[in-house]
């Protein structure tokens, strides 16, 4: 969510370039530097918030199960038993075969990118603010608007789709399907660009659309942001910041359903992916 914040002498431009730039360590120097670029520089914040945000997922969860009880169960152990159920629903819809790995993972995805996605409707000022007060220049709190931290989700999810293929139809029913599917093995190589075209397209749309949606959010979090931040500035500036107020429970209100949404559709995408790589086609 917005806050209100007064920036000084800070220009509309770099408050909000700020507000989008990571904290980044580079791993060759070991050094904190806004400006690094390449391979070899982390974002420092989005990896904290990330495994922070998974330690949360594992806390609360272990926290229910340890706690659960057959007689009358407290409402951690409701709500952690509503949300197994959903997504255990899910998979049990989309998924075809039993299997022990696909549920405990879309259950994870779930929460996982729900969590990172909820940090979204944190006062956009509040942490990096706080974090400002001790010394460190930037920080960016939703990990999913960071393009690594949902295209690393996304590469997970690709590595698995070929581990399922392989599992369930081996390496020849694999290979096999690859060169005779949708065509027949008279336009192999017509099928083998149609298969790397579409495996490639997999993991970039996950990444993409989480990152999209995620980072639009953000941003206009920020304007909303600027909008309060003219409360001082006579009585156009009230308005403006009456304004923002507005806007800034409404697009909260919306967001909770975008973040929700978000989670959803990757958690649903990965278990389809899935699905369709332990599908066995007919052969041609």
């Avoid at 600027?226 to 107020?245: D, R, Y």
Wanted: glycine share 8%.
């Amino acid at each position: 969510m917005a806050a209100e914040q007064g920036h000084g002498e800070t220009t509309t431009g770099e408050y909000v370039l700020h507000h989008l730039t990571n904290l980044k360590l580079d791993l060759q120097t070991m050094s904190i530097d806004a400006h690094a670029k390449g391979f070899w520089v982390l974002h420092l914040d989005s990896v904290i918030f990330s495994v922070l945000l998974g330690l949360l997922f594992i806390w609360v969860f272990r926290k229910a199960a340890a706690g659960a009880t057959s007689a009358v169960p407290s409402g951690l152990q409701n709500f952690a038993e509503m949300v197994i159920d959903f997504v255990d629903t899910q998979v049990r819809e989309i998924f075809p075969h039993a299997d022990r790995l696909v549920a405990p993972l879309a259950l994870t995805i779930f929460v996982w990118v729900f969590l990172m996605n909820f940090m979204d409707l944190i006062p956009v000022d509040l942490l990096p603010t706080s974090a400002a007060a001790v010394g460190i220049p930037y920080l960016k709190v939703v990990p999913s608007t960071d393009v690594n931290i949902t295209a690393g989700l996304a590469l997970g999810v690709f590595v698995l789709i070929f581990v399922y293929n392989f599992r369930y139809k081996g390496v020849g029913g694999f290979f096999k399907e690859v060169f005779t599917h949708p065509f027949g093995p008279w336009l192999a190589p017509v099928n083998l660009i149609l298969r790397v075209v579409e495996e490639v397209a997999r993991p970039v749309s996950l990444a993409l659309r989480l990152f999209g949606n995620l980072f639009a959010g953000e941003l206009i979090f920020i304007l909303i942001a600027l909008l309060m931040a003219q409360a001082l500035n006579g009585v156009l500036g009230a308005v403006l910041a009456g304004m923002g107020v507005a806007l800034h429970w409404a697009w909260a209100v919306f967001h909770i359903l975008v973040i929700t949404l978000q989670a959803f559709v990757f958690m649903v995408l990965t278990v389809v992916y899935l699905g369709a790589a332990a599908e066995q086609h007919a052969d041609h």
